[in-house]
């Protein structure tokens, strides 16, 4: 019988008492020490210029990153003026036509009906001559902001240059169109501007069709208006 001497570990106890059934236990290993780094690269291998250097590229990198953000925001504001009428600020004639064959893409694949309403504004020579180009703006704001008002936000509505408006009613038909147009006709003549300029305009309604092209559209719709111009008259 042996006799533990005072420098037996407790660990040399577990030894023997694992022998003694056969097992060995290998002692833990230690947890190796924590490795610290420097964008990726261990700090034993960092040398005081090499850290110079990459503080300075990872600067560069996020100034690069800033200047790109700052590109993007500056890319989608050009493109939303390059889309808005300058004086009035709704769609302008390229992108209402390029929603307009966006529209007919949908008819092709939903089959839901939609319709497109032509508007002239009626007189805006004899306004412009009559009472200056201020007042002529203030009748062209003046459909732009009553037509705007009284559309569901699916409508589109742009100006397509000179006296010219047009509006996408989505989900609508030829006959629901045609109402609609009598409505926003009675708005935009319901108050005179200054002077006592009264403003009136004329519509031209279609209900599109998928076998049509942007163009084609205003056109059958222009034409309509036209029509509706010369009964009058």
Known sequence: ???????????????????????????????????????????????PRVREALTALMRELA??????????RRMAELEELASA????????????????GRALALIERYGQP??????????LKKINDAHGYATGDEALHHIAATVSANIRQTDIFGR???DEFALILTNTPREGA????????SLISVEPLVHGVKVSVACGVVELSCD?????????ADKIMYEEKKRRS
Not at 63 to 72: F, N, V
Not at 85 to 100: C, K, M, Q, W, Y
Not at 114 to 123: E, R
């Open 1 to 47: 019988m042996k006799i533990k001497g005072p420098g037996t570990t407790r660990a040399a106890d577990n030894v023997i008492a694992s022998r003694a059934v056969g097992k060995v236990e290998a002692p833990e290993p230690a947890p190796p020490a924590a490795e610290v780094s420097f964008s990726g690269i261990p700090e034993a291998e960092l040398t």
């Open 63 to 72: 100034e690069l990153r800033a200047a790109l953000a700052d590109s993007k």
């Open 85 to 100: 009428d300058p004086l009035l600020g709704i769609l302008n004639r390229r992108a209402f036509v390029s929603e307009l």
């Open 114 to 123: 939609s319709s497109l309403i032509f508007i002239d504004l009626d007189d």
């Open 160 to 162: 397509l240059g000179g």
């Open 178 to 185: 045609e109402a609609k147009a009598r409505a926003l006709k």
């Open 212 to 220: 049509t092209t942007p163009e084609d559209a205003l056109s059958a």
